[in-house]
């Protein structure tokens, strides 16, 4: 599925279906209120633990949840950027006509107006909600649930985990929410969200914890708590309760067909918040650093590395000068354990990392060619990363339905490499084994089942020998990503 804030699209053989793909922060204008609703389902006699009432939860709950409204300045584009050109030039006598209708036609700025949620975490006006929210908003009021409102500022953002704290200066203190443990959550668990969806103040919802651990592309630090609360936009930002009134999750995106709830709702678990908070009062989050690229290992991975499962993350690349390289970690080994706890999916590492404090040293353990060995390594901190290009056309040698070039200066020029050598893929072919292979335009072959490719004679030398039906293992750098990708020659 492709995701991005606006939406999503999932196409699979034969039919194209959309799929909205919501982070929850409502428009004030021009919404629409459905007025049918799906039936839900009915409580079993049979779960004799289901509160009978949440009303005394919501009673204290609620002084604590906030409306939050934001205004940014949103540039707009030109309907007609091009000059008027009449006939006879400049001097047209229709140039006035076209002049009085269509005026000035130069971008212009308007105000775009959001809603949103959030809740009280201590007496001092801390307020913690989304970082989708507020983020670049030139003005935020936080509307209490007695009715007052009050400017807010913001303290600090993380987009990575979509977490914001906003601070608001009162004259008496504020009730504050209970964090609980959001890692004590089971899967069944009754919930209870609450916020503002489509601005209608001091809503509840109810529901249970559908699953835990969610991992949905919305960025690289996910965990979310799947949840049947219904959760709708102007939800974002608000908290999810346990029967104890206690926050476990921040209510962020939803998954749906129609932008309204469908009981898919997804929130941050309350831990992951906390390990960052005092970092976000301090208005910058530091994260720890391996340096390594790593990649999910999949059963044709598995099979070309000679590997005994699909768990734990495969080094795809090992940064020059960072922590790993350092600690002698290397290209192809299989992470399956970081300070001491297993890593069963890819997905597992990178949070487990960055929530490592910077300078502390971690035992690693890897399989390296079918053998256990560990590393002691000392945490870096993490900087942002550079996009790397994609490219574009052309080429000599063909094989799989790629092209592929040695490079030049032009080749470099136009790709936008910083390498001047090396063999590089210049065109792939719809339908073909290297596109269904995931490989692109713009890639660098640099190994070829484990072994360097310099040229394009190294290049033919070495595909030449593989027949239909084989599975080649290919080491790509794309940008300044290196990765493994696995091309199955068709049958």
Not at 54 to 59: I, N
Request: aromatic residues 6%; positive net charge.
């Amino acid at each position: 599925m492709k995701y991005n804030r606006s939406g999503a699209i999932w196409q699979g053989p034969g039919i194209v279906t959309r799929v909205i793909f919501c982070i929850i922060t409502a428009f004030i204008f021009n919404i629409p209120i459905d007025s049918g609703s799906a039936p839900r389902a009915q409580t079993s006699p049979l779960l004799p633990t289901a509160p009978g009432s949440f009303s005394g939860l919501v009673k204290k709950a609620r002084p604590s949840v906030v409306n939050i409204s934001t205004v940014k300045t949103v540039t707009g584009g030109m309907t007609h950027p091009l000059p008027f050109r009449g006939p006879s030039g400049p001097n047209d006598p229709l140039r006035d006509f076209f002049d009085r209708f269509f005026g000035d036609q130069m971008p212009r700025d308007y105000k775009q107006k959001n809603l949103g949620s959030g809740f009280v975490i201590d007496e001092d006006g801390f307020i913690l909600t989304n970082n989708h929210v507020v983020e670049q908003a030139d003005e935020i009021t936080v509307k209490l649930a007695d009715g007052r409102s009050f400017n807010a500022k913001v303290i600090g953002r993380d987009p990575k985990t979509d977490l914001a704290l906003i601070r608001i200066e009162t004259d008496q203190p504020l009730k504050p929410l209970l964090m609980g443990d959001s890692d004590k959550l089971e899967v069944g668990d009754w919930v209870v969200a609450m916020g503002n969806p489509f601005g209608l103040d001091n809503t509840v919802t109810a529901g249970i914890v559908s699953a835990k651990y969610r991992h949905i592309g919305a960025g690289p630090y996910e965990n979310f708590i799947q949840t049947d609360a219904s959760i709708n936009p102007g939800n974002s930002g608000g908290p999810l309760l346990n029967t104890a009134g206690e926050v476990i999750g921040i209510n962020t995106a939803i998954f749906s067909r129609t932008g309204g709830s469908i009981g898919i709702g997804f929130a941050i678990p309350i831990n992951m918040a906390k390990q960052i908070l005092g970092q976000l009062k301090k208005g910058k989050v530091v994260r720890g650093w391996l340096g390594v690229m790593i990649q999910k290992i999949t059963p044709d991975l598995k099979s070309k590395l000679n590997l005994k499962d699909v768990k734990g993350a495969l080094v795809a690349d090992v940064t020059s000068g960072g922590p790993a390289e350092k600690a002698e970690i290397k290209r192809g080994d299989v992470i399956v354990s970081f300070d001491g706890k297993k890593i069963d999916e890819m997905k597992d590492l990178p949070y487990m990392v960055a929530s490592t404090p910077i300078g502390k040293i971690v035992p690693v353990v890897v399989i390296r060619k079918g053998r256990e060995q560990a590393f002691d390594v000392k945490i870096g901190e993490l900087e942002e990363e550079k996009k790397g290009p994609e490219g574009a056309e052309s080429g000599t040698k063909q094989r799989f339905g790629m092209k592929v070039e040695e490079v030049t200066p032009l080749l470099a020029k136009e790709f936008g490499l910083s390498e001047m050598t090396g063999l590089l893929i210049v065109q792939v072919d719809g339908n073909s084994p290297a596109a269904e292979a995931g490989l692109r335009p713009g890639d660098m072959i640099l190994e070829i089942d484990q072994t360097p490719v310099k040229n394009s004679s190294d290049f033919i030398e070495k595909t030449k020998r593989y027949k239909k039906g084989d599975t080649v293992l290919f080491l790509i750098r794309r940008g300044n990503a290196t990765l493994y990708l696995t091309l199955k020659i068709d049958d």
